[in-house]
């Protein structure tokens, strides 16, 4: 029906045992399927884990993705066992923001967003605070004001599953949201939660990073952006960056040129994510 | 008879016409020679040019080269109408330095020789001073003094053309060499001469660089490593770099910031060079 | 009245012959007026200019300005043939901005300005579009739409001139103006005037910045903020920056990683004029 | 009997309680004194600290050093309750330098002396092995072999703080030194003693940095220069950078980026010491 629009672009993402012949497999298949590879990268680990990871993003003119997807497992998957998986970009990946009252991740977020160069759905915006709210409702992004307590913090949490849920929601960015997540729900959304923390991780993990950069006298101060997982700022680093600072700068002045950094972090960290650019090996990112 | 060493590894450039199967064609062809693909680039330009650039780094073996060769011409090459080339990690390049009376530059380059992070034979170095014969012959690199003025310029360059085919020389990096070569020579080696030119091209093409960029009053400066073409400045950029600069420094701060940001575009440059990584399409430099 | 309140902080900006003696003079005479001297900063030409030039920030608590001012000029600036102005903290400059249809610089700007960390007045966005008048309305500044074209050029211009005049305008910021000033406009507003231009000049001046980096192949693009002048993308540049391309960039991924560069380029420009930090020294800027 | 020549260069630091008049007295000082200031810096804490630190740099033409000192000390010190000290051009500063087997910081450093690029005497090297005894010899630069086992450590310590006695330096670089010094010899010389450590710190402080940073999966790994004090690792920073890293990277790669990092921060740091940029303020540094 849909063969004069605009060809899909798909993208795969493969981990298996490094051995000869996976790229020739895939490729073959690819391209006997029709496929012409438009980007392709990969990566071997050191030969004692002897892991291969490849990304290839390819046109079809034609597509029938649940037989390209089940002929893809048993003619190539399968046999070289692989885990995999497939994007396609006529789906756009659907984005929730958790936020509190810092206004400027987010702007930049929906700023992007705006401007095209993030191409995702933002079904909703999440906040303990109602500051933001107008600055959502301009944009036409539903904000939902979820207020937390030390008593209501769990069933907040449990209400904020459910419009994750409700809204079929792909990922979830932490775009400096000053609550520390449950197990719980961490442990519910494996790699689709991408939080920053403004800090140059490792140094300065927990809480006050600036005024601890600032008490160390550092000369450089930074954002990562990163997975989370339980353990707390430990999980895999996706992108980082770092500014120049002097004796100059007061703590004041480091959270506001923190700032710059902390949006341009993130942006990229969601940007790859969202162009299924990262693929996790342990608790390391490869970010093709 | 070497089968019990290291393998040896290859490096495979191609370009051809952009079209399907290029990667399946390629990727078969090299699982079915008993090689490992360590690494693959590739690039497709776009579709009015439909050119498509990849290379393929794998391990053999066992490895019958000129039979390989041939084999590829015949079966994939051919077919796919691509121009291609093949370097072995058994066959070291051979550089040859042209220096006038800079040090930091050659230095450079000797010191990341000598620490093995470059792997190249120096057969030779060539100025047109003698300054630089004590660090040369101190590192055990043969130097060749040829002086140049305006009567026997011509001359000497055939005699450094001479010895650059003695030597059976691969590449040719000006390390602040202050001396235009002449078309002929140029013309004699394309993409086989790499100069670092002491400015952020296309700003400050030309002599004196570091004087113009101090008249203008930029905010920062910055080196060039390109191939060498016949249009002076013009030729394909391969890296570079800048650094920041102000109102304090003066011309000689210039210069001496400037070594730093040469000595590092040049290095990268000559090395991504030798690991073949640099193709050309047209004046411009894929650099994977 | 006001010896109650924050004390006032003063920003005195000098140039004058070097000789001995400036500092002593200019100190001597603030600590006898009362001043508590915050910041300093100072810079001679090289001897045969034989310029001095200095910024002092200082506290005063009790604040007759007219009386410090003409003191100050008759007994330090006279004898000292110096040039100088001075500016008051409770006297926020007032910004204009020019617009066109690119939005990322202005939504910079208005947030920087939002969050505080840009202490100016807005008092008036002029446009030749009308497609960011929304965005200026939400954020309670008037928007002035002055469509531009070859008929009525010079009458907008004049339009321009007596809203920026009623307004009282300290300077105006060219956020992507995609107009040339006429040399009346740019005349009348000597160093007041603070374009972005999208490259890293004296590369790539006039039209068509990205397309003309991406065709010379480049590694790196830039921004240059600089003071507008009668000699197109010759004005004396206040501040620059750059990010890493790549061949794998379109012109449009140059024009989306341009925008990044730029409004950081421009914000640190505006940002230190705000401050008065830029001083003029030929066709050079000093900033401190 | 030197009226002649190039007058000197002074460099007076100062670290007092803040209040007004403090540029004042130095100035009018300094001018009385027939100085020309040629460059000044200063810093003031925050008002709950209430110090105030400066840098002035003057030119003298005729200069009775030991009556100026005294001189300054009763008119301005004194009454002024400063610290201070004083550095002239004509006294170059001893710099000695401990290495262990690395040859990249050492020749660096002896690189930007021999260029004149760093103005200081270098009587000796000291190092625990032989391997860069020639490197030293060759640039006329002797060398102390110092071999260190768990038995004669503390011995030859002491032979080393004779070494530095006997040779009145005034400084001592550790160039990838890879012992730890006792508290004696730290406590010795307090602020005159720079390190370089292969990290970002605080993050990875300690042994092996770079397997620590590979195992976290940074995306920037860093360099951190700092004066040495009986906190291993926890010394005031003087100066850090850092350059991107990916995944593709081994611990060996991360050693060779990290090299070009260690080799320009810890020459930034050794310049800026020299320059007598750089006062401490607790465990911080101001660098002017």
């Known amino acids: 029906m849909s063969n004069h629009t605009t060809p899909i672009t798909a993208c795969l ?3 298996c045992p490094d051995r000869p012949g996976i790229v020739a497999g895939v490729s073959r298949f690819l391209y006997q399927s029709g496929a012409n590879i438009l ?6 680990t050191d030969p004692r884990e002897g892991l291969f990871f490849m990304r290839m993003e390819f046109h079809l003119d034609e597509l029938d993705k649940a037989r390209l997807e089940a002929t893809f497992q048993e003619e190539v998957a399968t046999p070289l066992h692989m885990e995999w998986k497939i994007d396609y970009s006529d789906q756009r990946k659907r984005m929730a923001i958790l936020v509190s009252a810092y206004d400027h991740c987010l702007l930049e977020l929906l700023w992007r967003w705006k401007s095209g160069e993030l191409p995702v759905e933002i079904p909703l915006v999440i906040s303990n605070h109602t500051k933001l709210e107008n600055d959502c409702r301009a944009m036409g992004i539903p904000f939902h004001y979820l207020p937390v307590n030390p008593d209501n913090k769990a069933a ?16 979830t960015v932490l775009a400096r949201y000053m609550q520390i997540l449950s197990p ?20 300065f993990a927990g809480a006050r990073p600036y005024l ?4 160390r006298g550092v000369k450089l101060i930074g954002a990562t952006a990163h997975y989370v997982t339980n353990e707390l700022d430990e999980g895999p680093i996706i992108e980082q960056d770092v500014v120049r600072v002097s004796h100059k700068h007061t703590v004041e002045d480091l959270v506001m040129l923190g700032r710059d950094i902390e949006r341009q972090v993130l942006t990229r960290a969601v940007k790859a994510h969202v162009e299924n650019r990262v693929l996790l090996h342990g608790n390391k990112t490869i970010v093709f």
Chains 1, 2, 3, 4 share one sequence.
């Open 156 to 171: 907040q949490e449990q209400a904020a599953i459910r419009l994750l849920e409700e809204h079929a929601i792909d990922f």
């Open 13 to 15: 993402l493969i981990c």
């Open 39 to 44: 980007d392709a990268s990969q990566h071997s």
């Open 184 to 203: 719980e729900f961490v442990g519910r959304y494996p790699q689709r939660i991408i939080n920053i923390h403004h800090s140059f991780l490792p140094a």
């Open 212 to 215: 601890n950069a600032y008490t």
